[in-house]
């Protein structure tokens, strides 16, 4: 990790070393960025769910501004279900400003359109996700990224973004295996020391999609569908900027559909404990790490 973004902790918090203890909340100058420290391998981003609309931030006028409604509250039963497997805590970090106000899945000048307020919020959200990934690396040599978001688009599916559009996905095995598309992949650190092709691994029978099909969650791609339709999320500016082999994070952008999956408490919380269900069969076969962290017995490549 960038030795400027782990600075960027420092200039964007005042949270201490001290004050980065597992499961316990920090903030934001303002409260608007809450950061939840962690001792796995799991670092868990929710930029879009956020409600506060504070009258110190103007409203932004380009760009999406809709929120993507009950995904913060998605993301905690994520982080109580990890918890509640592992006895261990997952880095989470949280926006909770309404999207009209910032998106910190943009790059600055699009994110806060030039308040000075938003744009220290959006330095302490990716300060705190900058530290999340630092510390995830130290303690256990690699880091699992989750952008997490919500979708409406007309097929139900939980689209896995991978840096892939689905055109992209729309081309032959023989063609996603070449090193072009390996190399803008957000999973290029699983794919380089995997012995799978890369088709196999986005798109095959022990794909994140297929681990979520099983569980009985529509996702692509996946094996059913390895080339979705267009609207498709490919993953955003979040996962670009951290999902990088060389600072030995990998991951995705997971968007996630409202029907029965984030309407209701019951049913974010049905779907939380599949997720922890599909990490801890696809961590220790991807990456060697089971979901509390320990090192897998064999490692399936």
């Known amino acids: 990790m960038k030795k400027s973004l782990l600075l960027g902790v420092l200039l964007a918090c005042s949270a201490t070393a001290a004050d980065f203890v597992p499961g316990k909340s920090v903030f934001g100058e303002q409260r608007y960025i809450e950061y939840i420290p962690g001792d796995l391998p799991l670092v868990v981003c929710s930029p879009h769910g956020g409600r506060e609309t504070p009258e110190s931030i103007p409203d932004r006028k380009e760009g999406v501004v809709q929120p993507d409604a009950n995904t913060q509250e998605l993301a905690r039963a994520f ?80 689209e896995l973004g991978y840096q892939h559009s689905a055109k992209d996905l729309a081309a032959s095995d023989a063609q996603l295996n070449g090193p072009s598309f390996v190399a803008k992949s957000s999973i290029q650190l699983i794919a380089m020391q995997s012995k799978e092709s890369y088709s196999q691994i986005v798109r ?22 390895p080339s979705p ?23 995705l952008q997971i968007e996630t559909y409202k029907p029965k999956l984030r309407d209701t408490k019951e049913s974010r919380e049905k779907f939380a404990a599949a997720l922890v269900d599909v990490l801890a069969e696809y961590l220790p076969a991807r990456l060697g790490l089971q979901l509390d962290g320990t090192r897998a017995s064999s490692k399936a490549k």
């Open 79 to 158: 982080a109580d279900a990890v918890h509640a497997r592992t006895g261990r805590h997952m880095h989470l970090i949280i926006s909770n400003l309404h999207r009209k106000e910032l998106d910190p899945n943009r790059e600055i000048v699009e994110a806060a359109q030039g308040s000075p307020i938003a744009e220290k919020a959006w330095n302490e959200y990716h300060g705190y996700i900058a530290q999340a990934c630092a510390a995830a690396v130290k303690q256990h040599g690699v880091t699992f990224f989750i952008d997490l978001h919500g979708q409406s688009h007309p097929d139900v599916r939980i």
């Open 204 to 225: 095959g029978p022990a794909s994140l999609g297929a681990l979520l099909e099983r569980r009985g969650y529509f996702a692509a791609p996946s094996p059913r569908m």
């Open 229 to 251: 339709e267009e609207p498709f999320f490919t993953g955003g500016y979040t996962v670009r900027r951290y999902c990088v082999a060389k600072d030995h994070v990998t991951g």
